[in-house]
T-cell receptor, first 112, second 115 residues
Framework: AQSVTQLDSQVPVFEEAPVELRCNYS??????LFWYVQYPNQGLQLLLK??????LVKGINGFEAEFNKSQTSFHLRKPSVHISDTAEYFC??????????FGAGTQVVVTP | NAGVTQTPKFRILKIGQSMTLQCTQD?????MYWYRQDPGMGLKLIYY???????DKGEVPNGYNVSRSTTEDFPLRLELAAPSQTSVYFC??????????????FGNGTRLTVT
């Protein structure tokens, strides 16, 4: 069975500073990993996904994530955040039936 | 270009009441899902459907029922509302599971309070 652990429940960060959101997974089969973002009062939107191939995945809004099989991690990064990046971010792993197992979420709060 | 539409956006129920959360998608997606989101818990899968007439339980199905009579609609039914069902409910859809490029498309959620 798959599971996902997001190591930080909240990450405060100053505008234009870098941010890293940590995600570890466990899976007994091939993994398909995703990061979703949820802006206030909205549903989730796909940021990026890892299916196979290059371990560095680029997504929307300047985010990228690195798949590390040996460390079973899929950390999300952005080199310079904006106020508009304030949101909750969810790491997820997809099982063979297409069902997503979500982490508990990381709230990013960007301040000027 | 509506995507996944959920109604209502907000609802307050008394304990023991029943209601149906509506979800419809116009993308001709085969797969549909219901999640609930509780603070600090992420999203938990309640029920899912792989096509019209086919539904299956997710991680937290107790207290809920679903039906899938058409490809477009996937309503979620609460028969006897309990305070533990206070949550934000999200409906999602995807084209097919065999294509892992197929992301989930989410609705904007229904915020339900049971008092």
């Amino acid at each position: 069975a798959q599971s996902v652990t997001q190591l930080d429940s909240q990450v405060p960060v100053f505008e234009e500073a870098p941010v890293e959101l940590r995600c570890n997974y466990s899976s007994s089969v091939s993994v398909y990993l995703f990061w979703y973002v949820q802006y206030p009062n909205q549903g989730l939107q796909l940021l990026l996904k890892y299916l196979s191939g290059s371990t560095l995945v680029k997504g929307i809004n300047g985010f990228e994530a690195e798949f590390n099989k040996s460390q079973t991690s899929f950390h999300l990064r952005k080199p310079s955040v904006h106020i508009s990046d304030t949101a909750e971010y969810f790491c997820a792993v997809k099982d063979s039936w297409g069902k997503l197992q979500f982490g508990a979420g990381t709230q990013v709060v960007v301040t000027p | 270009n509506a995507g996944v539409t959920q109604t209502p956006k907000f609802r307050i129920l008394k304990i023991g009441q029943s209601m149906t959360l509506q979800c419809t998608q116009d993308m001709n997606h085969n797969y549909m899902y219901w999640y609930r989101q509780d603070p600090g818990m992420g999203l938990k899968l309640i029920y899912y459907s792989v096509g019209a007439g086919i539904t299956d339980k997710g991680e937290v199905p107790n207290g809920y029922n679903v039906s899938r009579s058409t490809t477009e609609d996937f309503p979620l039914r609460l028969e006897l509302a309990a305070p533990s069902q206070t949550s934000v409910y999200f409906c999602a859809s995807s084209y097919q599971v065999s294509s892992y490029n197929s992301p989930l498309h989410f609705g904007n959620g229904t915020r339900l309070t049971v008092t």
